[in-house]
């Protein structure tokens, strides 16, 4: 083994080596290897994730585009596409918090560019450490103001997303970024080079060497004595840039001589010319001296895997080469034609007359080998689920403000006020006013969309963990009036080399796609980030569910706030003694552990029919869901949001077993939904419920007076001033801020 191939050695194993070798026929030189190991990473490759990934169900009525491509899209009638992606910006945001975040944006926009969609919509996943610890803080700061100067600077709106503080992400961060586009449906483009003798267009920024190793960084956990030597491998954004960027490429595609198109994100060049060529059964051939640089001395290797922003590729027809030259000259952006598509099967790379690599566009691509990850249950797991059960407060209140205030369940106003969340003016409903985002298509068509993971159930339980993921997102959609769609997740975790580890990954797809599959939702596309790693301590596993509804009529779409005095507050399912996980447990008690609520799709499935029928009647005016901090959360958010107050009765709140005042409270049962109802209609929702074979409860009714009170029977279990609630509540983040 020679010293260059010992060098590169990060993800490529001595056996894969050896591999590669066999395949080629032939010793790789030292640009190819590189080229190698990039492609076989994890991180491009998901050589570890790939067989438990065939658990999806991917296609369905809606489903256009499904995985393998850039992003997925669905059909939403009308002649319109939604383009959707979710992906993962993790490593580089834990050492540049601002410049990851801010390419994360860039990097997935691009994505959606790359099927020949508008981008419309950006939401953000989000996970930190505890709020209090100063590092954490200072993630959390710079982590939304990338997203907010990116987002803004580019003109699309940031609608929704969520954050998540727990100490299981002390030293890794989780950022993901979800975008949404728009494009007539049979104007998608797919990156497939397709047609030997098409040219090859590179656009954009120049080339740097930003970026370079960016995908073997991601493959591969951080340590504290790597990150300043891991800085090289954080790509710089430049938001001005992609917005001439997003014009340039809209115009060009108007002319129909754009064949293929593809994002040069993750493996540069490498990536985009292998996968595109792949796909197509065809070759490639790539001259570095035609590709603008901005940095002097830089080598092939090093052209070949940066990762600089703001870059596409493009495959167009023969003799157009000028028409399109002319268009992004008039952006003021770079553009060189620097191929051709090839009968070959080969991705050659030439530095003028001399050619420098030569690598088969499959072996790169698609011939990377499978890791089949041995999976172990953790020995302590059932030690972090068989808890000592704590006392019944004494003082309710108190306690009903603690899990308030807490910076997972509280305002997250302070994050959504910094994004241009109407620029388009596709907004129909606001950050913080809906479970979900809704946006406006074409006249009465709408699109809701929305993220969501609870990571603390799936580490006590990652199989209904991740089921739960999937139910959570869906129920969100269903309260605005969304058909749930589609599905595209991002699944973080830490090395799957730790049997440990791979046993939470395997058993939260296995939840995922159950759920998925149950609710007959597909999984159009996503992403897998391993090795959410610091000095051996993993985050906690989050595997983060996108998801894209359809609305018909946005004008019924309800938000979360109640509407009138008078009117009754019904529940829609069952609540049970499931605290594991919980914020109350975690909040008020230092409990992290117990056994998370789980699930059922079968009922999960009809409740969802339930309030879509509700909400298409016109009966439900309000609805919410029931998750994260329980009933108690969910009844003062519908409060919050409108001002006015409400009286229920736990009593009347539907068990199958009796319950204390605290688990009625602040249980996270799934498969709840609460409903504001006028008096004269409840009795025709309790009919729909029926129909469906899920349960409804009527349990107090909506107040003039801003009070909150909560009583059994006739004992007053707590009374609050919404005032109270609200300051609490609203305060929260902005306390450590």
């Given amino acids: 083994m020679t010293t260059t191939e010992a060098a590169i050695q990060v993800s490529l194993t001595p056996e894969e080596i050896e591999l590669a070798k066999k395949r080629m026929g032939r010793k790789l030189n030292s640009t190819e290897l590189f080229m190698v190991e990039t492609m076989w990473s994890e991180h491009c490759s998901y050589k570890s994730s790939r067989p438990l990934l065939k658990l999806f169900t991917t296609t369905g009525k809606h489903v256009l585009v499904g995985p393998g491509y850039d992003a997925g899209a669905i059909d939403i009638g009308d002649g319109w596409a939604v383009v959707t992606k979710i992906e993962s910006h993790n490593h580089p945001s834990a050492i540049e918090p601002y410049s990851g975040a801010a390419t994360g944006i860039g990097g997935i926009v691009r994505d959606i560019l790359s099927l020949g969609a508008r981008p419309i919509a950006l939401l953000d996943s989000l996970r930190f450490g505890s709020i209090e610890k100063e590092r954490s803080r200072y993630l959390f700061d710079w982590v939304v103001k990338g997203i907010a100067d990116y987002g803004n600077r580019i003109g699309v709106p940031t609608v929704a997303g969520e954050v998540e503080f727990d100490e299981g992400f002390e030293f890794n961060p989780l950022v993901n970024v979800m975008c949404v586009g728009i494009v007539p449906k049979d104007k998608i483009v797919k990156a497939i080079a397709e047609h030997p003798g098409d040219s090859v267009i590179l656009v954009g920024s120049s080339t740097g060497r930003d970026g370079i190793h960016g995908v073997t960084f991601a493959s591969a956990e951080l340590t504290a004595a790597a990150e300043e030597v891991s800085r090289p491998a954080v790509q710089i954004g430049d938001p001005f840039t992609k917005k001439l960027l997003i014009e340039a490429v809209l115009e060009a595609l108007a002319s129909g001589k754009v064949h293929g198109l593809k994002d040069l994100g993750g493996g540069g060049l490498t990536c985009a010319s292998s996968e595109m060529s792949s796909k197509g059964n065809t070759g490639m051939e790539i001259d570095i001296s035609k590709i603008p640089k901005r940095e002097p001395g830089m080598v092939p290797y090093e052209v070949m895997l940066s990762e600089s922003q703001e870059r596409m590729l493009l495959i167009v027809e023969p003799g157009s080469e000028e028409e399109f030259i002319k268009i992004f000259q008039k952006y003021d952006l770079n553009v ?192 897998v980030s391993f090795y959410n790693e610091t000095e051996g301590v993993a985050v906690n ?102 001002g006015l107050g409400f009286t229920i009765d736990l009593a009347k709140v539907l068990v199958r077993e009796p319950l204390k005042d605290s688990e009625l409270l602040f249980s996270e049962s799934h498969s709840r939904i609460v409903l504001e109802v006028k008096q004269e209609n409840i009795e025709r929702v309790r009919s729909i419920a029926k129909k469906f074979g899920v349960k409804a409860s009527v349990v107090g009714e909506v107040t003039k007076d801003p009070i909150l009170i909560i009583k059994r029977d006739n004992s007053i279990v707590l009374t609050c001033a919404l005032s109270d609630a609200q300051s609490v509540w609203t305060r929260s983040i902005p306390s450590y801020m």
């Fill in 336 to 527: 060189s034609v620097i191929g051709k598509v090839t009968d070959t099967g080969f991705v050659v790379v030439k530095d003028g007359d001399k050619i420098i690599a030569k690598v088969q566009s499959r072996l790169l691509a698609e011939d990377s080998p499978v890791v089949y990850r041995e999976a172990k249950v953790p020995i302590d797991i059932e030690k972090l689920r068989d808890i000592k059960e704590p006392l019944e407060p004494a003082d309710l209140k108190s306690v009903f403000l603690k899990v308030l205030a807490s910076p997972t369940i509280a305002s997250k106003e302070w994050i959504y006020r910094q994004y241009d969340h109407e620029v388009q003016i596709r907004t129909v409903i606001k950050p913080g006013y809906a479970d979900a985002a809704v946006l406006r298509i074409a006249d009465k068509k709408g699109i809701a969309i929305k993220t969501d993971c609870n990571s603390l159930h799936v580490k006590l339980d990652p199989y209904y963990g991740g089921a739960g993921a999937v139910a959570e997102a869906a129920r969100n959609l269903v309260c605005v009036g969304a058909e749930p769609a589609a599905i595209v997740d991002c699944l973080n975790f830490g090395n799957p080399e730790k049997p440990e580890v791979f046993w939470q990954f395997s058993e939260a797809v296995r939840g995922m796609a159950d759920m998925a599959k149950g609710l007959e939702i597909p999984v159009i596309g996503g992403n």
């Fill in 541 to 642: 596993p989050a595997p983060v569910v996108g998801m894209v509804g359809v609305i018909e009529d946005i004008a019924k779409s309800p938000t979360m706030g109640f509407k009138n005095s008078g009117n009754g507050i019904v529940i829609i399912g069952e609540t049970k003694k499931e605290l594991g996980g919980s914020q109350y447990y975690l909040k008020v008690h230092g409990i992290r552990g117990g056994y998370p609520p789980k699930t059922d799709p079968p009922t999960e499935k009809q409740t969802l029919l339930t309030i879509l029928e509700t909400i298409k009647s016109g009966y439900a005016l309000v609805a919410h869901d029931c998750s994260e901090g329980g009933l108690a959360v969910a009844l003062v958010e519908m409060a919050i949001v409108s």
